[in-house]
């Protein structure tokens, strides 16, 4: 099977080939060697292409994963990647090119253009961190959410501007009890209540009990006014 101008390993060679890649990337490593490590199998794992199909999927989730607990899944590069596809597979195959003479590294692939491809995919998590810092900035959410909630209110009169303060509250240092929220809202017990009741029906506001605290939800129709372009195709989606 060729994979564009690439052909994958043998299906009995894979069993070495996949013990290698676990000898290679699997130990624990710091931080700045783990994200190398990631981008490194990333590209060695599509190489070895181990799958009929799907493969790109599996070696981006693996990448997802790997870097879970550096992301805490508040970033990922597939964001990335999938905005920049054409620069991703020319990475890739460029990484696949064989050796280019006796200073390229001691196996059969380039090192240069390995190096190339984890320059690539680095940048790449680097925009991602960048553009979730800006997303996450407390100011900047303020401003998202009451944009969100003045302009629902616009189309739902049960959805009111009191909300705003909470929403915004809650989003910046967790959840707090119902009845801490309707204190917030400076409105009366029973229209608090209502409002309250509003934001959970919406998911703007989820809770693990009928009574218990709450804490900030994020429905796919709020993505795009409090995290505009996070996957512009949801946006699409939901138009």
Not at 99 to 107: A, E, F, H, I, N
Not at 217 to 229: H, Y
Request: net charge positive; glycine share 8%.
């Amino acid at each position: 099977m060729e994979v564009g101008r690439h052909i994958p390993p043998t299906a009995a060679s894979l069993p070495a080939f996949l013990e290698r890649l676990d000898q290679v990337y699997g130990p624990t490593r710091s931080w700045e060697r783990t994200l190398i490590a990631t981008a490194c199998a990333h590209h060695r794992v599509a190489w070895v292409h181990p799958f009929l199909d799907g493969n790109g999927r599996a070696t981006r989730l693996q990448s997802h994963c790997a870097l879970w607990k550096l992301s805490e899944g508040l970033w990922s590069p597939n964001r990335g990647v999938a905005r920049s596809t054409t620069a991703y597979y020319a990475a890739l195959q460029n990484a696949d090119s064989a050796r280019r003479g006796d200073l390229d590294g001691r196996g059969n692939l380039s090192a240069a253009g390995l190096f190339e491809w984890v320059k690539y995919f680095l940048g790449i998590c680097q925009d991602q961190v960048a553009y979730m810092s800006s997303m996450l900035a407390l100011e900047g959410i303020k401003q998202r959410i009451e944009a969100l909630i003045v302009f629902r209110s616009t189309q739902d009169k049960s959805i009111r501007r009191e909300a705003i303060l909470p929403l915004v509250h809650i989003f910046g240092l967790g959840p707090i009890t119902r009845g801490e929220f309707a204190q917030m809202t400076g409105l009366g017990e029973r229209s608090a209540r209502s409002l309250l009741s509003k934001l959970l029906a919406d998911r703007l506001l989820v809770s693990d009990t009928p009574y218990g605290p709450v804490r900030f939800g994020m429905p796919l129709n709020s993505l795009g006014m409090i995290f505009p372009n996070l996957y512009p195709e949801v946006d699409q989606l939901l138009a």
